[in-house]
């Protein structure tokens, strides 16, 4: 008797720009849906996801290609499958690359083995011999590591790390000499019994947060977390993360910023010494990012903190989502599948029927005008439990000179914190020496060669350098069209703050923050540890040091040139601007000490410094939502942005003309704007446009846009890069 094989149809998703799934034949042992599998591709190899098992395919038999072999990896769940369609079909992406972006760079290659033991470190007897004060007094991360080695009965890889960089290859070493036992680490399934640590009494208005929200648990129920800077969002993320442990069910904690996580982790680990937490963010080594993404897929994690792809991490007992700084730029997605994080997470709750909290105290019009309209639960801390809510004070620099940086008062008030043993931070959101290079004889201005964009000048590196492709020519001895040799440098960078505020109090210790001098790696947890070892008397920094961070002795935050967003053609600049005023303003006095915001400015009657003023955001947002109404702008309306570049721009210009005229055929409920050139025309030699489409409607602009995208696929246009941005911050 002769057994007949069967033969399925495993459909594939396959990273590639193809909106459609690929047709396998498998036979032996067949792959189940959401199984990771490897598959010929052309004339390569490549992991893809299965989406669908079918009987029949319309590709003839003798066409088709076997299925290789399956991975050693958990097949995704329904509801993660569910979550990446969904993205595929709203933010208009192709199915393949919406499902690659769920999943870790390990995971996607060919040769995958299945994942690395995790290892824990033990003092052997021979170790306890060994006493802390054996080594060099100069030696001071070998005696910190093996004093946390006592204190500890094993410590993982997450342990050392915090401790030092080098701190995994001293302790292999500590193996081979017979100091130290390597044993795998070994994690309990299910509930997990856990102590906490530092407990705080809550506030009337924290206790009622968490009473309201622990409530709705296993069901969907969005909460907007409206608080003050300092009000405690924290401690209430905590309290209910500590309930959702209790059950046995894991949390999501989202966070915009990579440099907030370990801040982050250091004091969950604090308060949680026996709960297992991962991480998921783009600096994690590829390694270190694939053991945590399988830890929390298999339950084994009890919190994942991670920056916006943690969205897509499979949780298979979810019971909270938190999105902290919801209003936060970070948690949109800006190329391939343009999601919001977000978005996602509302989403995710909704299907697996949990809550979900968007913390912030400055939220997002949308998330506001969505607590309004009582579609979201409305919670609100107007205090600071243990500290005093800052000052602010507008300066006023209209008489001040062009080429001062800083005020009088201003200087004063920076003179009398350092005097007090405090410190202050200078907040100017423009890293460089100088953003105009100029010829005062003639008017020469340095000018990127292939961005609309000015070359800014870099002290130290005596560069000019364009931020936005990152091109780098060396100073000019004089001016390229007269030959004038007194060229000079206009407005204020961070790097010229430094300048001055070294040459005015030489006896500070002045420390500048932005992505120029954080580049180096650990460079930025290192200025950290200085900051708050006191070792800094004076910050210079960007938005890098306005979200998030706890520094005690700060007690002065000065704001320098922030009117350009006041008339800025963006309808969302006044929206950010306060926002982040906000937040700058917020990393001062958050302990006992009281705090001060000076911001200088040429406009303090324009409305937003006076609502600035008062610190009183709802104002603010009511009367920005109600120039939103009559303008016609979101969240009263839904918005979808065709981007498109090209080498060339008659090209690109054909390109977007061809993508009006044919949108305008079936638009119905959708208006679709003129094409025009990008805020920015010009990127590394790419001509920019875009065109927008809008409607009052969701669901109109999603069928406008699902019968508007196949054709410019098949217009076909090789020299033009174009995508869909669907529910675009920025225009």
Not at 525 to 543: N, S
Not at 553 to 575: C, H, I, M, Q, W
Request: proline letters at 5%.
């Amino acid at each position: 008797m002769v057994r007949h094989q069967i033969m399925v149809i495993a459909r594939v998703a396959l990273d590639c720009p193809v909106n459609s799934l690929f047709d396998y034949r498998t036979t032996g042992t067949l792959p189940s849906v959401g199984q990771l599998v490897v598959v010929p591709f052309g004339s390569r190899r490549q992991v893809g996801l299965v989406l669908e098992i079918a009987e029949h395919s319309e590709i003839a038999t003798a066409r088709l290609r076997n299925v290789e072999s399956i991975l050693p990896v958990e097949a995704l769940p329904v509801d993660m499958l569910a979550l990446i369609r969904f993205s595929s079909e709203y933010y208009q992406c192709p199915i393949g690359q919406a499902a690659f972006v769920a999943l870790p760079a390990a995971l996607r290659r060919v040769r995958y083995a299945g994942p690395a033991p995790q290892w824990q470190y033990v003092l052997t007897n021979a170790g306890m011999a060994v006493a802390v004060d054996e080594f060099p007094a100069r030696a001071t991360v070998k005696r910190r590591l093996f004093e946390a080695l006592r204190l500890s009965p094993a410590l993982r890889r997450a342990d050392l790390l915090a401790i030092s960089a080098s701190a995994i290859t001293l302790m292999e070493s500590w193996v081979r000499v017979g100091w130290v036992e390597k044993r795998a680490e070994i994690f309990p399934h299910g509930k997990v019994d856990f102590t906490t640590n530092a407990q705080h009494d809550l506030t009337d208005e924290q206790r009622t947060a968490v009473d309201s929200i622990s409530a709705g648990f296993g069901s969907f129920s969005p909460w907007l977390l409206e608080g003050i800077t300092g009000s405690g969002k924290t401690e209430i993320y905590f309290r209910l993360i500590e309930q959702a442990a209790g059950h046995g069910a894991q949390t999501l904690l989202m966070v915009p910023e990579i440099n907030l996580t370990p801040q982050l982790e250091e004091r969950f680990r604090g308060r949680f010494p026996d709960l297992r937490l991962v991480s998921l963010h783009s600096n994690l080594a590829e390694g270190e990012r694939c053991t945590n993404w399988l830890a929390a897929s298999s339950g084994l994690a009890q919190v994942v903190i991670g920056t916006r792809l943690s969205i897509f991490t499979p949780l298979p007992q979810l019971g909270l989502i938190i999105v902290d700084e919801e209003q936060d730029a970070s948690f949109k997605q800006q190329d391939g599948l343009r999601y919001s994080a977000r978005d996602l997470a509302i989403f995710c709750a909704r299907q697996r029927q949990v809550p979900v909290v968007l913390g912030s105290a400055t939220p997002s019009l949308e998330t506001y005008h969505n607590a309004r309209s009582r579609r979201f639960g409305h919670l609100h801390l107007s205090r600071r439990p243990a500290a005093n809510r800052a000052s602010i004070k507008l300066v006023d620099v209209r008489g001040m000179a062009k080429a001062q940086s800083l005020s009088d008062p201003v200087l004063q008030a920076i003179g009398a914190c350092h005097a007090r043993g405090e410190q202050s931070l200078i907040f100017l959101n423009r890293r460089g020496f100088a953003p105009v290079f100029v010829c005062g004889a003639c008017g020469w201005n340095a000018g990127c060669s292939r961005c609309s964009a000015r070359l800014v000048w870099h002290l130290g590196d005596a560069l000019l350098r364009c931020h936005y492709c990152g091109h780098e020519e060396r100073l000019p001895r004089a001016c390229p069209c007269c030959g004038n040799q007194d060229l000079k440098g206009l407005g204020q960078g961070t790097q010229r703050l430094e300048q001055l505020l070294g040459e005015r109090f030489p006896d500070a210790r002045v420390l500048r923050i932005d992505r120029d001098s954080t580049r180096r790696k650990l460079a930025w947890h290192i200025m950290q540890d200085d900051i708050r070892q006191e070792r800094v008397d004076i910050l210079v920094g960007t938005q890098m040091l306005a979200k998030g961070h706890d520094f005690p002795k700060l007690t002065l935050v000065v704001v320098v040139n922030p009117d350009g967003a006041l008339y800025s053609a963006d309808f969302r600049a006044g929206e950010r601007l306060f926002q982040q005023l906000m937040q700058v303003a917020g990393r001062a006095g958050r302990a006992d000490l009281p705090g001060e915001v000076l911001v200088q400015t040429q406009f303090p009657e324009h409305p937003l410094y006076q609502a600035l003023l008062r610190q009183d955001y709802r104002s603010f947002a009511e009367e920005l939502l109600d120039e939103r109404r009559r303008a016609v702008f979101p969240p009263f309306v839904y918005q979808a942005l065709l981007r498109a570049e090209s080498q060339s721009e008659s090209t690109l210009m054909d390109f977007l003309a061809f993508a009006a005229s044919h949108g305008a055929l079936g638009r119905g409920a959708v208006t679709l704007y003129d094409p025009v050139p990008a805020t920015i025309a010009k990127i590394a030699g790419h001509h920019r446009g875009h065109l927008l489409a809008q409607s009052a409607s969701r669901a109109e602009l999603q069928r406008f846009l699902s019968e508007w995208r196949p054709l410019l696929v098949e217009r076909k246009a090789g020299r033009v890069r174009w995508s869909l941005d669907v529910d675009p911050i920025d225009l």
